[in-house]
């Protein structure tokens, strides 16, 4: 089973107010050769979804908890997410 983790060279802080209706955000890169990356709304929910790490389900799970949706009304657009995250060498599988 494709379990994903974040990069080890990879450093990032977010911003999280869901709780006061705010955008959640997360300024992610590589290190040290960047370059930076925004994630904004539901992209920085999945990201911190994924600092947990987890299969795809679990990654899914975790995003639909904090997001306040239903995991099958977001499969598809978390794993999307995830693989580009993988291609832009963010995040690996472990």
Known sequence: MTRYR???DVAWVSHED???GGTPTAY????PQGPPTTLEG???VVWLA??????P????AAAAQM???EPADIDEDVLSLVEELVRLDLVTTA
Do not use: K
Request: proline share 4%.
């Open 57 to 60: 389900a679990e990654i899914t």
């Open 18 to 20: 869901l709780d006061n």
């Open 42 to 44: 539901p992209a920085c």
């Open 6 to 8: 974040i990069a080890d």
């Open 28 to 31: 992610v890169t590589r290190l």
């Open 50 to 55: 994924l600092a947990e790490g987890g299969s």
């Open 67 to 69: 997001w306040g949706a």
